[in-house]
């Protein structure tokens, strides 16, 4: 689920960040992390549900992929002195494939984590779904919830759910990075908006 994906990030983060630099995230990259966190399935979701591209994961989810497009990021962010966005975006991208293969590797199931090398290896098939199909899924979990309400610390939802709240406190702790930042950057639009010369 894309809030796991951004709890695991922005927890490695803030610890690299601090182990690293004896400091708290910033707030831009906090932004590109949270960003960065969610491109995976923001290629490969919308390919496999509307252009019938892939049966899962593939592109998006590549190490090949992923680092060629890190390596192009850390190219333009050295030019343009901002390392620690491209930092960001990278920890972001890999984290994502972390999450999304750990169980199988630590059980052997490498085949299950084949999209880590596509194209040199066929993805894996998983069933056919839809954006539909998750919509259904989320009704169908909120009314199981309303009927036994301690299924809600069960199965990966709970992992995910006890991830999100260790995500917040530490969030919280280290200052909200991100929010000033993003609120700063609506603002500007703003104030361009209304500035802006009619015609």
């Not at 199931?109 to 894996?124: C, D, M, V």
Request: net charge positive; proline share 6%; glycine share 8%.
């Amino acid at each position: 689920m894309p809030w796991g994906h951004l709890a695991i990030g922005y927890l490695v983060y803030t610890v690299v960040t601090r182990v690293r630099g004896h400091r708290a995230p910033d707030g831009a990259p906090t932004l590109v992390l949270a960003v960065a966190t969610q491109l995976p399935d923001l290629v490969d979701k919308p390919l496999n549900w509307w252009f019938d591209v892939f049966d899962g994961r593939g592109i998006g989810h590549s190490l090949l992929t992923v680092t060629a497009v890190c390596v192009l990021v850390a190219f333009v962010a050295h030019r343009y002195d901002r390392r620690e966005l491209a930092g960001a975006f990278s920890l972001g991208l890999y984290s994502h494939l972390l999450a999304d293969t750990w169980r199988s590797l630590l059980a052997g199931e490498f085949g299950q984590a084949a999209f880590l090398l596509w194209p040199l290896f066929p993805t894996p098939t998983y069933p056919k779904d839809s954006l539909f199909d998750h919509v259904d899924a989320w009704l169908a979990h909120l009314q199981t919830l309303q009927s036994s309400p301690a299924t809600l610390l069960t199965g990966g939802f709970g992992i995910q759910l006890v991830l999100v709240v260790v995500l917040f406190g530490i969030w919280a702790l280290d200052g909200f990075p991100g929010v000033k930042t993003l609120w700063r950057l609506v603002s500007r639009r703003r104030q361009r908006t209304v500035r802006a010369p009619e015609r």
